[in-house]
C-alpha cells in the first residue's frame, strides 16, 4: 500500500514530535532508508533504559555509515600510476 506524499509527509512530522526528532536527525534518517514508523517503534519504554533515544541511535547508526563508506572508498594517491602524458 502506497501512501500519498502528504500523508507520509504527516507520518514524519508525527515521527519527528514523538521521537523529538531534530530536522537533522529526520534527514539522518531519511537517507538511511528508516521509515517513520520504525522510529516511532524505537521509542525506548521505561523499562527499556538501556535502550538510547531514537535521536541518539539514528545519529549513532549514521556515523557508522559514515565511517563505514569512507573506509570502503579506495584513495587515488594509491594503486597503478596515471599514464605519463605525452606517449603515444
Known amino acids: 500500500m502506497k501512501l500519498k506524499k502528504s500523508d507520509?509527509?504527516?507520518l514524519w512530522v508525527e515521527a519527528q514530535r514523538r521521537c523529538r526528532l531534530s530536522d537533522e536527525a529526520v534527514r539522518m534518517a531519511k537517507e538511511l532508508g528508516i521509515g517513520p514508523r520504525s522510529?516511532?517503534?524505537n521509542i525506548p519504554a521505561p523499562t527499556q533504559q538501556w535502550?538510547?533515544?531514537?535521536?541518539e541511535w539514528v545519529r549513532d547508526i549514521y556515523e557508522k555509515r559514515q565511517r563505514k563508506a569512507s573506509r570502503k572508498k579506495p584513495?587515488?594517491?594509491?594503486?597503478?600510476a596515471?599514464?605519463?602524458e605525452g606517449e603515444p
Open 8 to 10: 507520509q509527509q504527516q
Open 39 to 41: 522510529l516511532i517503534k
Open 51 to 55: 535502550k538510547a533515544p531514537v535521536e
Open 75 to 80: 584513495s587515488r594517491t594509491s594503486g597503478a
Open 82 to 84: 596515471p599514464a605519463a
